[in-house]
């Protein structure tokens, strides 16, 4: 485990009133939404026609979430995350129902997609003023930057050529979740389908918990958006001690390579890793199948 010293939420405020200032003034930025999630269902559906039993699905390289490779408080972390996104590719790949490409994703004007606490250290600005008054902990959120026009020409183009009618593009990377209540005196944490953690009693109020997770894109063969979300596996929270120093803990290195022999579901039968039912599910619930077997 390890503590680090978070940006002042006064930074974190900046950055909206940045934001809406670009607005305003009609800056350039991609077509973008912000959504409250519930609690336990991390989600969101934007078109309606979802795969059927004969769709041909294109999936890409598991990719690594942007913020990993932007975001100063995770530089030189990219490798630790290598094996993972090996596995996930070798999982993918052994699926009968969907296809291997053999193109990476162009990065200029693909989709962006963050989910996590509305309060996040890598929450959007759009997302910062969702918490009400009354709420004791930020609810969580999704924001979705859509792909440019020229990112989806590409992509109606290459999956036209593979004779797909959807694509999944998957990333893993860290982010925040919040807590919440558990009965009258406990806290736990909610990672994702019929998945949560409780959180220990001593455990500073205000601090999410940080969360490794994979999150999800189902594109049609137009290049849009039809459904997005997430599911986490692996968690670190905050002991109540650093709440003083307003810092917080991250998921160490140690924590990731051991992902494969500890990272468990122990509330499942056979106790199968806790990446591949995160994989499992995030399939199951962007393509609204079960037809990952």
Same mark, same amino acid.
């Given at each position: 485990?390890?503590?680090? %010293?978070?940006?002042?939420?006064?930074?974190?405020?900046?950055?909206?009133l940045i934001f809406s200032a670009l607005m305003l003034a009609g800056g350039s930025v991609h077509a973008q939404n912000a959504y409250q999630l519930k =609690?336990?269902? /991390?989600?969101?559906? /934007?078109? =309606?026609?979802?795969?059927?039993?004969?769709?041909?699905? +294109?999936? /890409?390289?598991?990719?690594?979430?942007?913020?990993?490779?932007? !975001?100063?408080?995770?530089?030189?972390?990219?490798?630790?995350f290598e094996p993972l996104r090996d596995s996930l590719n070798i999982f993918l790949d052994r699926l009968e129902w969907t296809t291997a490409s053999g193109a990476s994703v162009a990065h200029k004007g693909a989709p962006y997609l963050f989910v996590g606490s509305s309060e996040?250290?890598?929450?959007?600005?759009?997302?910062?003023m969702m918490r009400n008054e009354e709420d004791i902990y930020p609810p969580m959120a999704l924001y979705l930057e859509k792909p440019s026009k020229q990112w989806r020409n590409s992509m109606r183009q290459l999956m036209a050529d593979n004779g797909s009618d959807y694509a999944l593009l998957l990333w893993v990377g860290l982010?925040?979740?919040? =807590?919440?209540? =558990?009965?009258v005196f406990k806290k736990k944490v909610v990672l994702g389908t019929d998945y949560e953690h409780e959180i220990r009693f001593l455990s500073a109020v205000d601090k999410p918990?940080?969360? +490794?997770? %994979?999150?999800?894109?189902?594109?049609?063969?137009?290049? !849009?958006?039809?459904?997005?979300?997430?599911?986490?596996?692996?968690?670190?929270?905050?002991p109540f001690w650093l709440q003083v120093l307003n810092a917080g803990s991250t998921i160490d290195d140690k924590s990731i390579r051991t %992902? /494969?022999?500890?990272?468990?579901?122990e509330d499942l039968p056979g106790h199968?890793?806790?990446?591949?039912?995160?994989?499992?599910?995030? %399939?199951?619930?962007?393509?609204?199948?079960s037809r990952y077997q």
């Open positions: 485990m390890k503590n680090y %010293l978070k940006p002042n939420l006064k930074i974190q405020l900046l950055s909206c =609690k336990d269902h /991390f989600y969101k559906t /934007f078109k =309606k026609k979802l795969p059927g039993e004969e769709s041909r699905v +294109l999936h /890409f390289p598991v990719m690594l979430d942007e913020k990993m490779r932007t !975001e100063f408080f995770y530089e030189g972390r990219e490798e630790i996040a250290e890598t929450a959007p600005p759009a997302t910062m982010t925040e979740y919040p =807590k919440t209540n =558990k009965g918990v940080e969360v +490794l997770q %994979l999150t999800g894109i189902l594109l049609d063969r137009d290049g !849009e958006v039809v459904r997005a979300g997430a599911e986490g596996f692996l968690h670190e929270d905050s %992902l /494969f022999t500890e990272q468990v579901r199968p890793p806790a990446w591949k039912v995160a994989a499992i599910n995030l %399939l199951e619930q962007l393509t609204q199948r």
